[in-house]
């Protein structure tokens, strides 16, 4: 390669295709806006550049589904702007010649496991640097390790803990880049980092693997104060979760379908009983990852929905979920929420629902036990924790009132990494 080629420069964002929907859902109004600041932006698919692909996702219960089909892409990715290009390297001599002419700011989805520390090699490599944009306010929650599942635990526990830390020194040993500067929502991070003399000397001296942490407005929190959406109160709108989704499947296994059948039972018992006390129609909102046919099946008698959960959460009386991150946007909304546990799901599922109530300040019901519910009681209780989203929106959403998060998060892209000067 001719070192003296003039290399241009572009924005990218390096992910996986068979979570594009997620990562597109989860950026959503930074897409539209950095499509309207920057002339090209290629999308690069990371499977094939990581170690082991195949092995990979059988290890980390990546379902097949999604790899099948040309990913499976939905409409939201077919309708992508015209100056998103899509990239997807079969080898690493393919991506190195991709490399030739560019110089890339790559908007880094990856994770700091084994198989993908390949991909940080490469970035390192090519002097390629990376920023990371988390402005989903998901609550962080530990896991308990099952210790019955030997196996499963000790894979777990070496991919997704001790790899991440191995991740980290070899940033700080030079071997892989650090982020430049990590986008984020969340205050609490830069609470506890302010807090703690040692985390407070590590970031200083940039032994963490973001070198700046930038404090922003969340994603829903822009999408809130620049949506001309209307709120009404037609719907209960159900944020469901998958038992067997891979999160889960990684420290358990599969869950056993007679225990889920039940707890759908339970689940759609009491969410009929809610349709029917509050005269309101029940829609199911799942993930966009979420295998669509798998949902229905356990819903009979209600639509379930992918790609709708934002606008149907905006049309709601009542939002209804476990541990969705989507139910910060009830939140933003001030919308009655009611968070489900069920005596079926593993206890990391448990802690993890009850956990994020805790923390947001809204009603927990147990799907079985608490079927006999009073209306009349439940609906006051919901009345009275609407006063508790405060402290929720003060650390996880809105940091500059009527401020755009996308829109700082794309001046300092231009100006530190573009040098373009902005207003």
């Not at 500067?181 to 980092?193: A, Y």
């Amino acid at each position: 390669m001719d070192n003296n080629i003039t290399k241009e420069k572009y924005l990218s964002i390096i992910t996986s295709f068979a979570r594009l929907d997620a990562t597109l859902l989860a950026m959503n109004i930074l897409v539209e806006k950095l499509s309207q600041n920057f002339k090209k932006i290629y999308i690069i698919n990371d499977e094939n550049l990581k170690f082991f692909p195949k092995l990979s996702r059988k290890i980390e219960h990546q379902p097949e589904y999604l790899y099948k089909e040309n990913y499976n892409f939905s409409e939201m990715v077919k309708n992508l702007p015209n100056n998103y290009v899509l990239f997807d390297p079969k080898s690493i001599n393919e991506f190195s010649d991709f490399l030739s002419n560019k110089d890339l700011l790559v908007i880094s989805n990856l994770a700091r496991k084994f198989f993908d520390l390949k991909i940080h090699l490469l970035l390192k490599k090519n002097n390629i640097k990376q920023v990371q944009i988390d402005i989903i306010p998901n609550i962080k929650m530990s896991v308990k390790v099952q210790f019955k599942h030997f196996l499963k635990t000790t894979i777990y526990f070496l991919n997704q803990i001790i790899f991440q830390k191995i991740t980290v020194l070899l940033s700080i040993i030079g071997v892989i880049s650090k982020v430049e500067i990590k986008f984020t929502c969340k205050k609490i991070i830069l609470d506890n980092i302010k807090k703690s003399f040692i985390k407070k000397f590590f970031y200083k001296n940039k032994f963490f693997f973001a070198k700046e942490l930038i404090l922003v407005n969340s994603g829903s929190y822009d999408i809130l104060i620049n949506n001309n959406n209307s709120t009404s109160e037609e719907f209960i709108v159900h944020l469901d979760a998958s038992l067997n989704y891979r999160l889960e499947t990684e420290l358990r296994g599969k869950m056993n379908e007679k225990r889920v059948t039940d707890h759908y039972y339970y689940l759609e018992r009491i969410l009929k009983k809610l349709s029917i006390e509050f005269n309101k129609k029940v829609l199911v909102c799942i993930h966009p990852l979420y295998n669509h046919s798998e949902h229905q099946k356990y819903f009979k008698d209600f639509d379930v929905l992918k790609f709708k959960t934002r606008e149907k959460i905006y049309k709601s009386f009542l939002v209804t979920g476990f541990d969705s991150g989507m139910i910060a946007d009830a939140i933003l909304l001030k919308k009655k929420i009611i968070g489900f546990v069920s005596d079926f799901m593993s206890n990391n599922e448990i802690n993890h629902s009850k956990f994020y109530a805790k923390q947001a300040g809204y009603l927990l019901l147990n799907t079985k036990k608490d079927y006999f519910f009073d209306k009349d009681k439940i609906l006051r209780q919901m009345n009275q924790n609407l006063n508790n989203y405060e402290k929720y929106i003060s650390t996880y959403h809105c940091f500059e009132p009527n401020k755009l998060g996308t829109n700082k998060i794309i001046k300092i892209i231009k100006e530190k990494f573009f040098n373009v000067e902005t207003s």
